[in-house]
């Protein structure tokens, strides 16, 4: 080892250089600089080689002398846009390598681009989930971070370095020896993202359990594949994947088994070619809907030709009705279902162009279908009326169902049976024929009481299987006829015995509503005791809205009504009791809070039943009336549980 023979500092280490505050992002270059003799630099390359005789290395004078050794490197990657976390990674002549300080904010003192030193003595090299790097020793088997009151002990800022120019590879390179590219500096050719991730965004910036990292996909033309991490709190992770193919710079690194490429942010992602099966990206000449049912039903061509569709969006996203990566796009005669990589975020009457240059043209259990088009491909065009629906029979919907799927239609005069709500199938009878409308259980308005007497249904034709069907968006699709509120016969008084755990709450008369996610209120049962139960922790849903309403109350008979209510793992008041005169609908209804109601809260002890006490209803309305218990929630935070139990009426 070189032993240290001259020590020089060429300027002074800037005042600031050990605060630890907060600063802004947009810093200057540092202006300092420091520099030691060549004697006292070891190269990277150097460093590395000690890891030939053990994973793990304490950097003292055992392994590296009795004299203050320094590593001389450039800056290839700093924290500035977020996909770093406490991170520098740094590079010589002979190799890479990266230390984990515990502060944030490094590019203020060291940026992408300038000379860092990194003082040895005291250190521990090793490998941290396979992954060369410094840190300040090994703590249950991973390296620890420098604490921060020592990072400038550690860490010295140099000036501006020398650009430094990517190490062009291949993934194939990567992937049969990865260990001299880990922590460099790299540049693959002619690659691409995967279908399966164009057209969303980098990363989970808005997961209601907080940003999320997302492992997207890169490939070369043979099909060889290398992961690219996306940090949730990236300033990019909201931006769009590209659908092109190019070039892209990254730093390579590991964890564990998993090979992964980390970008500094988008200006690495240089992708402007087509892709390797010669897509381009956006089409420039419009095609027909009629014309790609045209080629598939007529020729068997199961690609779509060069150029792009338009169309209005006739499907609603928000009911749940139909999947998060699907829409019904239709203009004017002409409609297709589009099946897109992702979940997508376009609304009832967005228009759309999307480029469905040799994209899949298919048939999806009986309904055509444009397969698989990634997300980039549709662009928002403004946003419209919808179509004016098509006045037809059932029969005419029959006979030629694959004129009119995937277009809204209109049938007049019908009546509808098979079921008290519209969870499942109902069957509209027009006279000339019969056709389903299938609605799942976790629509918004699957619960919803479907009308009596003679209606109008418009519907989106579609099929499943041999079987023609109709698609609703919700109960607007429905008018004329009478809805039949129920709850005249049912029982206000309910202790909620009998269920099984997490069974949803079904008492006669009683209705029992999604109205923001899909959870609603289920039965529970503790120590021989059932009880109704609500809450929004651990909801897939980030937003909870669950109200389970009483049957109807004819106040002229009876009208104190009480009922008993507990809390735990307080967070909020979910909990919230309404009173409504009889209504048809949810919707129609017109609800006033019962804030006499005593409510269960932080200061009673967990599961503590409380008495509500004695409510008299006239006191809001008279005459038939329903009270509703409303638990609102969400997911991220406010997630209180709440029970009732021992409804009474008298």
Same mark, same amino acid.
């Given at each position: 080892?070189?032993?240290?023979?001259?020590?020089?500092?060429?300027?002074?280490?800037?005042?600031?250089?050990?605060?630890?505050?907060?600063?802004?992002?947009?810093?200057?270059?540092?202006?300092?600089?420091?520099?030691?003799? @060549?004697?006292?630099? #070891?190269?990277?390359?150097?460093?590395?080689?000690?890891?030939?005789?053990?994973?793990?290395?304490?950097?003292?004078?055992?392994?590296?002398?009795?004299?203050?050794?320094?590593?001389?490197?450039?800056?290839?990657?700093?924290?500035?846009?977020?996909?770093?976390?406490?991170?520098?990674?740094?590079? @010589?002549?002979?190799?890479?390598?990266?230390?984990?300080?515990?502060?944030?904010?490094?590019?203020?003192?060291?940026?992408?681009?300038? +000379?860092?030193?990194?003082?040895?003595?005291?250190?521990?090299?090793?490998?941290?989930?396979?992954?060369?790097?410094?840190?300040?020793?090994? =703590?249950?088997?991973?390296?620890?971070?420098?604490?921060?009151?020592?990072?400038?002990? $550690?860490?010295?800022?140099?000036?501006?370095?020398?650009?430094?120019?990517?190490?062009?590879?291949?993934?194939?390179?990567?992937?049969?020896?990865?260990?001299?590219?880990?922590?460099?500096?790299?540049?693959?050719?002619?690659?691409?993202?995967?279908?399966?991730?164009?057209?969303?965004?980098?990363?989970?910036?808005?997961?209601?359990?907080?940003?999320?990292?997302?492992?997207?996909?890169?490939?070369?033309?043979?099909?060889?594949?290398?992961?690219?991490?996306?940090?949730?709190?990236?300033?990019?992770?909201?931006?769009?994947?590209?659908?092109?193919?190019?070039?892209?710079?990254?730093?390579?690194? #590991?964890?564990?088994?998993?090979?992964?490429?980390?970008?500094?942010?988008?200006?690495?992602?240089?992708? /402007?070619?087509?892709?390797?099966?010669?897509?381009?990206?956006?089409?420039?000449?419009?095609?027909?809907?009629?014309?790609?049912?045209?080629?598939?039903?007529?020729?068997?061509?199961?690609?779509?030709?060069?150029?792009?569709? /338009?169309?209005?969006?006739?499907?609603?996203?928000?009911?749940?009705?139909?999947?998060?990566?699907?829409? $019904?796009?239709?203009?004017?005669?002409?409609?297709?279902?589009?099946?897109?990589? =992702?979940?997508?975020?376009?609304?009832?009457?967005?228009?759309?162009?999307?480029?469905?240059?040799?994209?899949?043209?298919?048939?999806?259990?009986?309904?055509?279908?444009?397969?698989?088009?990634?997300?980039?491909?549709?662009?928002?065009?403004?946003?419209?009326?919808?179509?004016?629906?098509?006045?037809?029979?059932?029969?005419?919907?029959?006979?030629?169902?694959?004129?009119?799927?995937?277009?809204?239609?209109?049938?007049?005069? *019908?009546?509808?049976?098979?079921?008290?709500?519209? *969870?499942?199938?109902?069957?509209?009878?027009?006279?000339?024929?019969?056709?389903?409308?299938?609605?799942?259980?976790?629509?918004?308005?699957?619960?919803?009481?479907?009308?009596?007497?003679?209606?109008?249904?418009?519907?989106?034709?579609?099929?499943?299987?041999?079987?023609?069907?109709?698609?609703?968006?919700?109960?607007?699709?429905?008018?004329?006829?009478?809805?039949?509120?129920?709850?005249?016969?049912?029982?206000?008084?309910?202790?909620?015995?009998?269920?099984?755990?997490?069974?949803?709450?079904?008492?006669?008369?009683?209705?029992?509503?999604?109205?923001?996610?899909?959870?609603?209120?289920?039965?529970?049962?503790?120590?021989?005791?059932?009880?109704?139960?609500?809450?929004?922790?651990?909801?897939?849903?980030?937003?909870?809205?669950?109200?389970?309403?009483?049957?109807?109350?004819?106040?002229?008979?009876?009208?104190?009504?009480?009922?008993?209510?507990?809390?735990?793992?307080?967070?909020?008041?979910?909990? =919230?009791?309404?009173?409504?005169?009889?209504?048809?609908?949810?919707?129609?209804?017109?609800?006033?809070? +019962?804030?006499?109601?005593?409510?269960?809260?932080?200061?009673? @002890?967990?599961?503590?039943?409380?008495?509500?006490?004695?409510?008299?209803?006239?006191?809001?309305?008279?005459?038939?009336?329903?009270?509703?218990?409303?638990?609102?929630?969400?997911? *991220?935070?406010?997630?209180?549980?709440?029970?009732?139990?021992?409804?009474?009426?008298?």
């Amino acid at each position: 080892m070189n032993t240290l023979k001259t020590f020089l500092f060429l300027v002074a280490l800037s005042v600031g250089l050990g605060l630890t505050s907060c600063v802004d992002n947009d810093f200057d270059q540092p202006e300092n600089t420091f520099s030691i003799s @060549d004697e006292n630099v #070891i190269t990277i390359g150097e460093i590395l080689d000690l890891l030939n005789t053990s994973p793990t290395v304490l950097l003292d004078e055992s392994t590296i002398g009795a004299e203050t050794m320094y590593i001389k490197a450039t800056v290839n990657a700093d924290d500035a846009s977020g996909n770093f976390f406490k991170t520098v990674t740094f590079q @010589d002549a002979t190799g890479a390598l990266s230390i984990i300080p515990d502060r944030n904010e490094l590019n203020a003192e060291f940026p992408e681009g300038n +000379i860092i030193y990194i003082k040895l003595n005291g250190l521990t090299l090793t490998y941290d989930a396979n992954l060369p790097r410094l840190g300040y020793g090994v =703590s249950e088997g991973r390296l620890q971070r420098i604490p921060d009151i020592l990072v400038n002990d $550690f860490l010295i800022a140099g000036g501006k370095g020398e650009t430094l120019i990517p190490e062009v590879t291949t993934i194939s390179a990567l992937q049969s020896n990865p260990t001299p590219f880990f922590n460099k500096l790299i540049q693959l050719d002619n690659v691409e993202f995967s279908l399966s991730y164009v057209g969303a965004p980098y990363a989970d910036a808005d997961n209601p359990q907080g940003p999320q990292t997302i492992n997207t996909i890169i490939m070369d033309c043979e099909d060889n594949e290398i992961i690219l991490r996306n940090s949730g709190f990236s300033d990019f992770a909201t931006e769009i994947i590209p659908f092109e193919n190019g070039s892209l710079v990254a730093i390579a690194s #590991i964890f564990n088994d998993d090979l992964q490429l980390f970008i500094r942010d988008t200006d690495d992602v240089l992708f /402007t070619a087509d892709r390797c099966d010669g897509s381009g990206g956006q089409a420039t000449n419009e095609i027909t809907i009629q014309s790609i049912q045209d080629r598939f039903y007529d020729l068997g061509v199961d690609k779509a030709e060069e150029g792009f569709i /338009t169309g209005t969006v006739i499907s609603d996203r928000n009911t749940g009705q139909v999947n998060g990566q699907n829409v $019904f796009l239709q203009n004017g005669e002409d409609g297709i279902l589009v099946r897109f990589t =992702s979940n997508h975020s376009f609304n009832l009457g967005d228009q759309l162009k999307v480029t469905v240059s040799g994209q899949e043209v298919s048939e999806f259990r009986g309904l055509l279908q444009l397969n698989n088009i990634p997300l980039f491909n549709a662009q928002l065009t403004g946003s419209g009326e919808l179509p004016t629906p098509t006045e037809i029979t059932v029969d005419e919907i029959l006979l030629n169902n694959n004129t009119y799927e995937s277009t809204r239609v209109l049938i007049k005069g *019908a009546t509808l049976s098979g079921s008290s709500t519209f *969870a499942g199938d109902i069957t509209v009878d027009d006279g000339t024929e019969t056709i389903n409308i299938f609605t799942f259980n976790t629509t918004s308005f699957a619960d919803d009481p479907v009308p009596s007497g003679t209606v109008d249904v418009t519907g989106i034709v579609s099929q499943y299987d041999d079987e023609v069907q109709l698609v609703i968006n919700g109960l607007q699709d429905i008018s004329g006829g009478t809805v039949d509120p129920g709850g005249d016969d049912g029982d206000v008084d309910a202790d909620f015995e009998g269920y099984t755990d997490f069974d949803p709450i079904d008492e006669k008369g009683w209705l029992n509503i999604a109205t923001k996610g899909t959870r609603v209120w289920y039965g529970r049962n503790f120590d021989d005791n059932g009880f109704a139960e609500c809450e929004a922790f651990q909801d897939d849903n980030p937003e909870t809205e669950a109200w389970l309403i009483t049957p109807v109350i004819d106040t002229d008979e009876k009208s104190l009504f009480s009922f008993d209510n507990s809390q735990a793992f307080w967070q909020h008041a979910g909990l =919230s009791i309404w009173i409504s005169p009889e209504f048809t609908n949810l919707d129609d209804a017109n609800w006033v809070e +019962i804030d006499e109601a005593v409510l269960a809260n932080d200061g009673n @002890d967990f599961y503590e039943f409380v008495a509500s006490g004695d409510i008299e209803l006239t006191d809001y309305f008279g005459g038939k009336v329903r009270v509703g218990f409303k638990y609102e929630g969400t997911a *991220a935070s406010n997630t209180t549980k709440v029970r009732i139990d021992n409804v009474k009426l008298k």
